[in-house]
């Protein structure tokens, strides 16, 4: 446990065992830090069951589990508003045969941004 952080069980494991065992002076004064929002939620105790299964044998805290689903959320949503292709139509009015012509386009915006980077 020395070699690495330890998990929410491990802690919580270590301070039980040392419950009530106070030394005078002991204490080592830390950094602060900068902690996330709580947020609550409930869910059905089957859905409990299988998130602490899960954590339990990634070793990990359901916390962990749930801030890593949130993340992969974020991500797909952050992936599916990424714009794919992208069309468009020129009219051009031809004097030379008295018309308008119409030219569709569709391009791929990273090939794009791909010959934007080249030219500068």
Same mark, same amino acid.
């Given at each position: 446990? %020395? !070699?690495?952080?330890? /998990?929410?069980?491990?802690?919580?494991?270590? %301070? /039980?065992?040392?419950? !009530?065992?106070?030394?005078?002076?002991s204490a080592t004064p830390?950094? !602060?830090?900068?902690? @996330? +929002?709580?947020?609550?939620?409930?869910?059905?105790a089957d859905m409990i069951v299988s998130l602490r299964d899960i954590a /339990? +044998?990634? @070793?990990? *805290?359901?916390?962990d589990l749930l801030r890593e689903g949130a $993340?992969?959320?974020? %991500? $797909?949503?952050q992936q599916s508003m990424r714009i794919t292709e992208l069309s468009f139509s020129v009219n051009v009015f031809s004097s030379?045969?008295?018309?308008?012509?119409? *030219?569709?386009?569709? $391009? /791929?915006?990273v090939e794009l941004d791909a010959a934007d980077l080249a030219t500068r």
């Amino acid at each position: 446990m %020395a !070699g690495r952080d330890m /998990n929410e069980r491990e802690r919580r494991e270590l %301070a /039980n065992e040392h419950r !009530g065992e106070v030394l005078i002076d002991s204490a080592t004064p830390i950094e !602060g830090r900068r902690l @996330g +929002q709580i947020v609550s939620l409930r869910l059905e105790a089957d859905m409990i069951v299988s998130l602490r299964d899960i954590a /339990n +044998q990634r @070793g990990v *805290t359901v916390s962990d589990l749930l801030r890593e689903g949130a $993340a992969r959320i974020i %991500a $797909a949503e952050q992936q599916s508003m990424r714009i794919t292709e992208l069309s468009f139509s020129v009219n051009v009015f031809s004097s030379q045969q008295s018309r308008w012509e119409n *030219t569709q386009y569709t $391009a /791929n915006p990273v090939e794009l941004d791909a010959a934007d980077l080249a030219t500068r």
